[in-house]
């Protein structure tokens, strides 16, 4: 929560700018030859790493608790892998006057990756919203990623994906799905010293999404594809960026309405439902995408932070918002209470009609 109020006007999240600088050796220092071989096998390990320890920590209790909830997460669920999808399926009439086709790739992937879980869970308790339901909602999604985001993309993208196969299905099971469900399996055991060393954990999964950042940035800088990037294309696909966000917010906040969710539940479904994941996104465009991973996870980059500044804005608004509702709801009250009978009947329905 620190992290999101400095500067309060602005708030970049310190990893991404680890992610940029990440970015920045790649480019100067590429890894060629055999150092690209070793880490090429170091992100392999370290994706592996990474599944295995969502799997670990993901408890199963917590999720099946949650299900009692099942319209808010089916709801976050066809935002996250319904909604998205469409709108980047539509995005497709850009190519090439706008987006280029490899751009186009990666911000089609964007809207394939699952939500987040902890930006989540911190803008939604900002905004003092339902926070147990953002818990839940972010853990389905990712759990539902590790699934729906692969197979989506072998829907979506074919073969346009950098060589999308039933190679890299094989290898999504053998990296991702497999690693996970040790990690399930084998939680019974390993999950208390997990919990222990949770912030030393933090910092692994940290270190290997950099590894797995400059492994793929280094084999984009050696294949020269970043030649395929102008300034112009970039601020482009900013503002494509910037006009899914906007729409995602107003589709989720406004949806939920339509659906009589009260205002707790909103708040979780607009920010588990309008957000996507760079630690869940990154390690899977490593395996789908190939040498084509750093064009293709240069959009998921830039919607990240976008998302981080945009929704920090929002959650302090809902938070003034309320407080505003429960300062003058408790002044109406004050006033019914000191009232004739008369007239508390006419202070509360004109309360009531402003609750409305």
């Known amino acids: 929560m620190k992290r999101l109020k400095w500067p309060s006007w602005m708030p970049v999240d310190p990893y991404i700018v680890a992610l940029l600088g990440t970015v920045g050796i790649a480019a100067l220092l590429p890894a060629r030859g055999g150092a690209a071989d070793v880490a090429s ?5 370290a994706v592996s790493l990474l599944f295995f320890l969502y799997g670990a920590r993901l408890s199963t209790r917590e999720a099946m608790d949650g299900l009692r909830h099942w319209r808010l997460h089916v709801t976050v669920l066809v935002c996250t892998f319904v909604a998205f999808p469409l709108l980047g399926l539509a995005a497709k009439g850009l190519v090439p006057y706008v987006l280029t086709p490899a751009l186009y790739s990666g ?3 964007l809207t394939l990756v699952p939500s987040t879980i902890q930006s989540s869970i911190a803008f939604t308790s900002m905004a003092r919203g339902n926070v147990p339901a953002a818990i839940c909602a972010g853990s389905f999604s990712s759990l539902a990623g590790i699934l729906l985001t692969p197979l989506l993309a072998a829907a979506l993208l074919g073969n346009s994906g950098g060589g999308f196969s039933a190679d890299s299905l094989v ?10 469900v040790a990690g399930q399996v084998l939680r019974r055991w390993v999950g208390s010293f997990l919990a ?3 912030k030393v954990l933090g910092y692994v999964d940290r270190g290997s999404i950099l590894l797995v950042v400059y492994t793929a940035f280094s084999q984009g800088m050696v294949e020269g594809i970043w030649h395929q990037v102008t300034p112009l294309r970039l601020l482009a696909l900013l503002g494509v960026e910037a006009l899914l966000l906007a729409a995602m917010l107003a589709l989720t906040w ?3 309405k339509r659906l009589g969710f009260p205002r707790g539940d909103r708040i979780a479904i607009q920010f588990a439902g309008s957000k996507k994941s760079l630690a869940a996104g990154l390690p899977m465009a490593s395996v789908l995408f190939g040498a084509q991973a750093s064009l293709a996870v240069l959009p998921l980059m830039l919607f990240h932070q976008m998302q ?3 929704c920090a804005v929002i959650a302090k608004r809902r938070s003034r918002d309320l407080e505003d509702f429960v300062a003058e709801d408790s002044g109406d009250v004050r006033a019914v209470s000191a009232a004739p009978r008369g007239a508390a009947s006419r202070t509360a329905a004109g309360t009531a009609t402003r609750s409305g």
Request: charged share 10%.
């Open 41 to 45: 096998g170091a992100s392999t390990a």
């Open 308 to 310: 981080l500044m945009v």
């Open 171 to 180: 290898r999504i099971v053998l990296q991702l799905l497999v690693p996970f």
């Open 107 to 109: 911000f089609l992937f």
């Open 196 to 198: 222990r060393h949770k």
């Open 254 to 256: 406004y949806g939920a």
